[in-house]
């Protein structure tokens, strides 16, 4: 690796910081989400209701435990911490003049504290935090009043950071706008009665990629040394056999998340996007303005969440199935496939494609930890899992040539799962006392994986056994 790859890891705010209300913060989209119902989907609501169990208002309470969460991560060595700004905590609604200044208060904390032990803040600007009312009084991203509320918000960020922040994300998982039924997360979008999906997700997405356009040019003009990135969910994807239907169903499955890096990466859309579009049946009309923006604020980088592969098939309709099913791999307790080979898979791909430096800052194993009669909590599954995709990402640098940045995995400490709101889908090196009904001490311990990190670390990825 080389000698300034970043190492650390990665969360965001809503799933991590908790004191939903504190020192004037507004609610966001997540502080309405209770936990997982027996879909294991989130269940929304459109207010808080007396009662009822919201996981993100407590998270695991790192705004009242962040000196020691970093303090932990500065044992373990950590070069980077990727973590959000909550929206709704600088701007209640989203919409006020001034920033809160309490709310900028705690992420002054939180960066100072970062910086006091060598460790460089990754910012992600907008990770599930939209605020609530932008949703219910603006429709949200498909509003393209949005894209102004958004950039005052990273205007006060890059002033208020200058100098002390370099890296910033500008949305998270932006592809999964299109990949999702509905984009609730990472677009806000709750349906509306007889609402054309499709012509949504494409407006709601062109405003989200004008609206970063405009803060990657933004965050230039106020630090040249800023590097802003986009970060995807990248979908490592086989054809399931050989037959020429299976490689062109797999071609079309990755065409939505294309779509994005095309667009925040080469500045346009490209022919991909075009015929992306004709197949939705959505006629999108470019103004001269935003293909101007979109050409000026090409990222920096690009960031990415990697944790499993599919495969993809046509059926005999010639649509394009995907499915997580491949006999040649095992899965995690949530039924998400192990693939490490899969990473390097994504590392090859995204890099033949843009040449643009590549910045992993999502992987990791999302499973149930016992404490043992010691009291200790033996991850060795874990290690194993993080080991083995480390050695892929080292495998693509060294062997293929790839330039990656660094690697911050997902969820160092325990903290609340996006996708079911559940507590006992852990990530952590280390652990958190709470459980799914919101009881527990909060006390952090450290598991197995924490010194066997520290070590991987130390030895910049050398020693991973
Ligand atoms: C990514 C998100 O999709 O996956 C994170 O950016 C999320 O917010 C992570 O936590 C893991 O998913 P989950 O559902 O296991 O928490």
């Known amino acids: 690796m080389k000698k300034d790859f970043l190492w650390g890891g990665s969360t965001a705010a809503n799933q991590y910081e908790g004191a939903y209300l504190e020192n004037g913060k507004g609610l966001s989209l997540a502080d309405v989400e209770r936990g997982a119902d027996q879909y294991h989907s989130r269940i929304i609501d459109s207010h808080v209701v007396e009662g009822e169990y919201y996981p993100s208002h407590v998270g695991v309470d790192f705004y009242h435990h962040y000196k020691e969460d970093i303090g932990l991560f500065a044992e373990m060595g950590f070069s980077c911490f990727r973590f959000s700004i909550n929206w709704a905590r600088v701007f209640p609604k989203g919409i006020e003049d001034t920033p809160n200044e309490e709310g900028l208060k705690f992420y002054d904390f939180v960066i100072n504290e970062l910086l006091s032990h060598h460790i460089e803040p990754v910012v992600t600007i907008s990770h599930y935090e939209t605020p609530l009312y932008l949703i219910q009084e603006y429709g949200s991203w498909r509003n393209e009043k949005l894209i102004d509320c958004y950039l005052k918000f990273c205007e006060v960020l890059f002033e208020r950071y200058k100098g002390k922040v370099h890296y910033w994300l500008t949305f998270n998982e932006i592809n999964e706008t299109m990949n999702q039924k509905q984009p609730y997360h990472q677009a806000g979008i709750i349906w509306k009665e007889n609402e054309d999906h499709n012509l949504t997700k494409v407006i709601a997405s062109h405003n989200m990629m004008i609206a970063s356009a405009l803060c990657v040019k933004l965050a230039h003009e106020i630090d040249e040394n800023n590097r802003v990135g986009c970060m995807v969910q990248y979908p490592t994807t086989y ?23 095309d667009i925040m990466c080469r500045g346009y859309y490209s022919n991909l996007c075009k015929a992306y579009l004709k197949r939705l049946n959505v006629q999108l009309k470019i103004s001269d303005k935003d293909k101007e923006i979109l050409k000026n604020g090409t990222v920096d980088f690009i960031s990415f969440s990697y944790y499993f592969s599919s495969v993809a098939y046509a059926n005999e309709e010639n649509d394009c199935i995907v499915e997580r099913n491949n006999p040649y791999i095992s899965t995690s307790d949530w039924g998400w496939p192990i693939d490490e080979i899969g990473l390097r ?14 910045f992993i800052v999502e992987n990791g194993l999302g499973a149930i930890d016992e404490v043992n009669s010691e009291g200790k909590i033996i991850d060795d599954y874990r290690i194993d899992y993080l080991k083995k995709h480390i050695n892929e990402t080292k495998r693509a640098i060294e062997e293929d040539e790839v330039d990656v940045m660094g690697y911050a995995l997902w969820g160092p400490i325990d903290i609340i799962s996006c996708g079911t709101g559940e507590m006992k889908k852990r990530y ?12 527990g001490s909060l006390k952090r311990s450290k598991k197995k994986s924490f010194d066997w990190y520290k070590k991987v670390i130390e030895s910049n990825g050398e020693d991973i056994n």
């Open 428 to 439: 952590g090196m280390i652990y958190v006392d709470r459980d799914d009904q919101g009881n």
């Open 239 to 261: 054809a399931k056999t050989c037959n020429p239907k299976d490689v062109m169903a797999r071609r079309i499955h990755m065409a939505p998340n294309y779509y994005y890096t």
């Open 345 to 358: 898979v994504a590392l090859n791909e995204l890099y033949d494609r843009y040449q643009l430096p590549l």
